[in-house]
């Protein structure tokens, strides 16, 4: 299993420009989130989907937009970029079996906006 | 509402020394799930521990070793005789079962470990 992989790993955008950032799991989970992670904080939830066809808000959603159309594929989308986007993002799925609530963390997104 | 706290912004110590990294938490809830990730310098997250509420025994795994105590809503992180290789940012984070399974991070401490 590739797990939970991220595409692109880096990217410069200007201010106002678009831009999707890919996230797909191969671990048949029903769970997948996107976080932000800014310098020296803690990852702060934006997104998450509960299954193909279900988001929802996180702590941050303001400037972003996702999609859930296949339990593998969780993108999400930049519109209008702003310079308080420029971030660490990272993507993550979990299966919700009894017991076991593990988030898997694909390996990131650094995106900067200028 | 849930609230992890790591009150440690930044540690330093010599290699081989024992170091603790604190976590506090909130929830009302009765049922949660505590976890630690380590974050190296390269940026993954990688997941160290999960502990649910019912279980209070702490836990050994080679050198770490984790104190889980619900009576100060704590879950502290030990490392013993580190080295250099466990230098990195290490978050502690909480979710509650149900709903979402939304998890809550620390601050992180940024643990660096001197030759």
């Known amino acids: 299993n590739a797990g939970v992989t991220q595409t692109p790993k880096f990217r410069i955008l200007k201010i106002g420009q678009s831009m999707t950032l890919q996230c797909a799991q191969d671990?048949?989970?029903?769970?997948m989130y996107w976080y932000r992670q800014d310098p020296g904080m803690g990852l702060k939830l934006i997104y998450y989907s509960v299954g193909a066809g279900i988001t929802d808000k996180g702590e941050v959603p303001n400037g972003y937009n996702v999609s859930r159309s296949t339990t593998e594929d969780f993108p999400l989308r930049l519109e209008l970029a702003a310079p308080s986007q420029t971030s660490v993002y990272f993507c993550a799925s979990s299966r919700r079996l009894a017991g076991d609530y593990e988030q898997y963390f694909g390996p990131g997104t650094r995106l900067t906006v200028t | 509402a849930q609230k992890v706290t790591q009150a440690q912004t930044e540690i330093s110590v010599v290699e081989k020394e024992d170091v603790t990294l604190d976590c506090v938490y909130e929830?009302?809830?009765?049922?949660?799930?505590l976890f630690w990730y380590k974050q190296p310098p390269s940026g993954e997250l990688v997941f160290l521990i999960r502990r649910n509420s019912f279980d209070e025994q702490n836990e050994i795994s080679g050198r770490y070793s984790w104190n889980f105590q619900k009576s100060t809503s704590s879950f502290n992180f030990t490392i013993t005789a580190s080295q250099v290789v466990d230098s990195a940012v290490y978050f502690c984070?909480?979710?509650?079962?149900?709903?979402?399974?939304?998890?809550?991070f620390g601050k992180g401490t940024k643990l660096t470990v001197n030759p």
């Open positions: 984070a909480l979710t509650t079962q149900g709903g979402s399974e939304k998890l809550v």
């Open positions: 929830t009302r809830d009765t049922t949660y799930y």
């Open positions: 671990m048949n989970h029903n769970y």
